[in-house]
């Protein structure tokens, strides 16, 4: 029995979610991001800005050059997080088989389920938009590359562009190839833009073009990558829905409106990334042994450092002192700075030995809990550790 999966794409997420704040937006050209004047992008744009011209990722500077009435509107991401919980929630209730791919997108395997397909769309559209007055798009497939570009065609054949697509796409069982064949060979997944660059020297201009290349061709020019490829072309994928992660690593950083030289801006800004790694880490029962700094100078090039630990830590205080030598490690004094990061790597459950040599440290921790509780029950800003 072939599988039915559905991938669920929240349309203009970060917009459609100012608009239910905010109903004087709707049909207007607005865009979600960062000041012109201080390097801002677009995160988001609504489907009337969509239509002049302006996408996600423009510098905001370039978009009002194209849209001079642009409304532009500050992110509020702890209320879209918020929201993108609640439309996970309202998944998770219908199939216990659900993978969040990002804030706004998610796939659902809804083989077991007695309706049929499209009724399950059309009914989980119509319940997310009249709860939350959020628009979705839809595609379902027998598998999730087909059931994704399938939502990403429903979306591009929106005839009002001003207006979300609303859009549901459903490819039938063994008509995946068929499907895919007329479509640009950048809609794969795994074709970038060197690949794509690739493909279009060999005269591979479709995914049917992929698809009527003999596999063994495809994989001596691009590898294992090649099957793969090929594979896709095919509407081939059998990856199962995955509906937890294994944490690799978490991570914080900021790029700065203006270049900053002075140390303690950066200093202070390194210690509230590290604090806010500290509290994930400590949220999720996890502790870190590499602690990784990324930074950024205004010419654009990028350093990444990283220190191994004696033992693993959930300590912010652990993790700034490491982030704060490897800054030092590789910038200059008064050297101006873009971007800064800190991650944590080498991510598992904590190891914890008391011994008669250690104690001062488990008094630190059980403090770092008591003070957690509390940011928890009244707020971050109820309680700070003291500073030097």
Same mark, same amino acid.
């Given at each position: 029995?072939?599988?039915?999966?559905?991938?669920?794409?929240?349309?203009?997420?970060?917009?459609?979610?100012?608009?239910?704040?905010?109903?004087?937006?709707?049909? %207007?050209?607005?865009?979600?991001?960062?000041?012109?004047?201080?390097?801002?992008?677009?995160?988001?744009?609504?489907?009337?800005?969509?239509?002049?011209?302006?996408?996600?990722?423009?510098?905001?500077?370039?978009?009002?050059?194209?849209?001079?009435?642009?409304?532009?509107?500050?992110?509020?991401? %702890? /209320?879209?997080?918020?929201?993108?919980?609640?439309?996970?929630?309202?998944?998770?209730?219908? +199939?216990?088989?659900?993978?969040?791919?990002?804030?706004?997108?998610?796939?659902?395997?809804?083989?077991?389920?007695?309706?049929?397909?499209?009724?399950?769309?059309?009914?989980?559209?119509?319940?997310?938009?009249?709860?939350?007055?959020?628009?979705?798009?839809?595609?379902?497939?027998?598998?999730?590359?087909?059931?994704?570009?399938?939502?990403?065609?429903?979306?591009?054949?929106?005839?009002?562009?001003?207006?979300?697509?609303?859009?549901?796409?459903?490819?039938?069982?063994?008509?995946?190839?068929?499907?895919?064949?007329?479509?640009?060979?950048?809609?794969?997944?795994?074709?970038?833009?060197?690949?794509?660059?690739?493909?279009?020297?060999?005269?591979?201009?479709?995914?049917?073009?992929?698809?009527?290349?003999?596999?063994?061709?495809?994989?001596?020019?691009?590898?294992?990558?090649?099957?793969?490829?090929?594979?896709?072309?095919?509407?081939?994928?059998?990856?199962?829905?995955?509906?937890?992660?294994?944490?690799?690593?978490?991570? &914080?950083?900021?790029?700065?409106?203006?270049?900053?030289?002075?140390? %303690?801006?950066?200093?202070? +800004?390194?210690?509230? &990334?590290?604090?806010?790694?500290?509290?994930? /880490?400590?949220?999720?029962?996890?502790?870190?042994?590499?602690? %990784?700094?990324?930074?950024?100078?205004?010419?654009?090039?990028?350093?990444?450092?990283?220190?191994?630990?004696?033992?693993?830590?959930?300590?912010?205080?652990?993790?700034?002192?490491?982030?704060?030598?490897?800054?030092?490690?590789?910038?200059?004094?008064? &050297?101006?700075?873009?971007?800064?990061?800190?991650?944590?790597?080498?991510?598992?459950?904590?190891?914890?030995? /008391?011994?008669?040599?250690?104690?001062?440290?488990?008094?630190?921790?059980?403090?770092?809990?008591?003070?957690?509780?509390?940011?928890?029950?009244?707020?971050?800003?109820?309680?700070?550790?003291?500073?030097?």
């Amino acid at each position: 029995m072939p599988r039915i999966i559905l991938h669920l794409d929240l349309d203009a997420f970060f917009c459609s979610v100012e608009e239910t704040q905010n109903p004087d937006l709707r049909g %207007k050209p607005f865009a979600v991001g960062g000041k012109p004047n201080e390097r801002g992008v677009v995160a988001s744009c609504s489907y009337a800005a969509r239509a002049i011209g302006i996408h996600s990722a423009m510098p905001m500077s370039r978009a009002l050059q194209l849209c001079r009435n642009l409304i532009i509107v500050p992110g509020r991401h %702890k /209320l879209y997080g918020e929201c993108s919980e609640k439309v996970m929630t309202k998944l998770r209730d219908l +199939t216990g088989l659900v993978e969040q791919i990002s804030i706004d997108e998610a796939f659902l395997d809804i083989s077991d389920m007695r309706e049929a397909p499209a009724r399950i769309a059309l009914d989980l559209q119509a319940d997310i938009k009249n709860e939350l007055q959020l628009p979705s798009s839809i595609g379902i497939a027998s598998n999730k590359l087909v059931a994704k570009i399938a939502t990403e065609v429903g979306k591009k054949s929106n005839k009002k562009r001003t207006e979300p697509p609303f859009a549901l796409t459903i490819v039938p069982y063994a008509d995946e190839a068929t499907f895919l064949a007329p479509l640009p060979a950048d809609m794969l997944w795994g074709v970038g833009p060197k690949t794509s660059a690739r493909l279009t020297q060999l005269g591979i201009h479709t995914i049917g073009d992929i698809a009527n290349w003999p596999e063994k061709e495809i994989v001596n020019l691009f590898g294992e990558n090649g099957r793969d490829l090929w594979r896709h072309a095919h509407g081939i994928d059998n990856r199962p829905i995955v509906t937890e992660y294994e944490t690799k690593s978490i991570s &914080q950083e900021n790029t700065f409106n203006v270049d900053i030289r002075d140390d %303690k801006t950066l200093e202070k +800004t390194i210690r509230e &990334q590290s604090k806010e790694i500290g509290r994930q /880490l400590r949220k999720n029962d996890l502790a870190g042994k590499t602690v %990784k700094l990324k930074i950024r100078w205004p010419d654009f090039t990028t350093l990444t450092r990283q220190i191994t630990l004696p033992t693993s830590t959930d300590n912010d205080d652990e993790i700034f002192h490491a982030a704060i030598k490897l800054m030092k490690t590789v910038r200059k004094p008064n &050297q101006a700075v873009r971007l800064v990061g800190v991650g944590v790597s080498g991510i598992g459950a904590p190891v914890r030995q /008391l011994s008669l040599w250690n104690a001062g440290s488990e008094k630190s921790r059980k403090l770092q809990e008591v003070v957690d509780q509390l940011q928890k029950k009244y707020g971050r800003d109820i309680i700070h550790k003291g500073e030097s």
